[in-house]
């Protein structure tokens, strides 16, 4: 199958808010902070194009819930995928191809984390990134809101960004540089998700996935088995 894939590339901006206590554990590989998480996913492709088929200026959400560590290799997500609905018929067709893990890269080692899909609707989705990091927002009217400010302190230089580097749990892969940021609104009625929060963590990070080959992203559990291997 990923023998018939054109060459693709899309980069942009991501980020998430979710159920976590500011820092999320699991951006750190670690235990959520209840021993659940729920939280919304938010992608906009700035660049990126499938074969010939331009993706520019598109958006994407996620919801998902999971309970346990999400990179210990035995936890699975409950997903629901919303697509922007401006996006034209060989578009929709890319971007499904691309996050559903069938186009190979990054996306395609993310996908094996998902349990069950609740489904995947086309509709308009708001989007929106400070230059500076000082916030960041995504929407779908009446369904959806997420928005957050970017983390500060006393000890935070003024223009300066709460950051991590090479988090070990990265939802967009590895190398990833992490802003850390503050949810001001995380509400969800959709899809069979409900939630309404705020307060709790948010990040940001920039992307930038190809393909289709496939990326190389061990759990927990394959780096376990390995050093096993290796005795």
């Known amino acids: 199958m990923v023998a018939e894939v054109p060459r693709w590339e899309v980069s942009g901006d991501w980020f998430d808010?979710?159920?976590?206590?500011?820092?999320?554990?699991?951006?750190?590989?670690?235990?959520?902070?209840?021993?659940?998480?729920?939280?919304?996913?938010a992608w906009h492709v700035n660049k990126g194009h499938f074969g010939g088929v331009s993706l520019n200026g598109l958006n994407v959400?996620?919801?998902?819930?999971?309970?346990?560590?999400?990179?210990?290799?035995?936890?699975?997500?409950?997903?629901?995928?919303?697509?922007?609905?401006r996006a034209s018929a060989k578009q929709r067709e890319a971007i499904q191809m691309i996050f559903g893990g069938q186009a190979g890269g990054y996306p395609a080692e993310f996908a094996?984390?998902?349990?069950?899909?609740?489904?995947?609707?086309?509709?308009?989705?708001?989007?929106?990134?400070?230059?500076?990091?000082?916030?960041?927002?995504?929407?779908?009217?009446?369904?959806?809101?997420?928005?957050?400010?970017?983390?500060?302190?006393?000890?935070?230089?003024?223009?300066?960004?709460?950051?991590?580097?090479?988090?070990?749990?990265?939802?967009v892969g590895p190398g990833a540089v992490a802003t850390w940021g503050?949810?001001?609104?995380?509400?969800?009625?959709?899809?069979?998700?409900?939630w309404s929060w705020s307060g709790r963590s948010s990040k940001h990070i920039p992307f930038r996935w190809s393909g289709p080959e496939a990326a190389k992203v061990r759990s927990k559990a394959s780096r376990r088995k390995s050093r096993g291997r290796g005795k």
């Open 112 to 171: 094996k984390l998902v349990g069950e899909m609740r489904g995947l609707e086309f509709v308009p989705i708001e989007f929106e990134i400070e230059r500076n990091l000082a916030h960041w927002r995504a929407e779908i009217p009446g369904r959806v809101v997420a928005r957050a400010e970017a983390l500060t302190g006393p000890m935070t230089p003024p223009g300066k960004r709460v950051q991590t580097i090479n988090p070990p749990g990265s939802e």
């Open 17 to 41: 808010v979710c159920k976590c206590n500011v820092p999320c554990p699991c951006e750190f590989a670690q235990m959520p902070s209840s021993g659940d998480c729920e939280g919304v996913l």
């Open 61 to 85: 959400i996620a919801l998902g819930s999971f309970k346990g560590n999400l990179w210990a290799g035995d936890v699975k997500v409950t997903m629901g995928m919303f697509i922007d609905q």
């Open 182 to 194: 503050t949810a001001t609104a995380d509400e969800v009625d959709a899809m069979g998700f409900k």
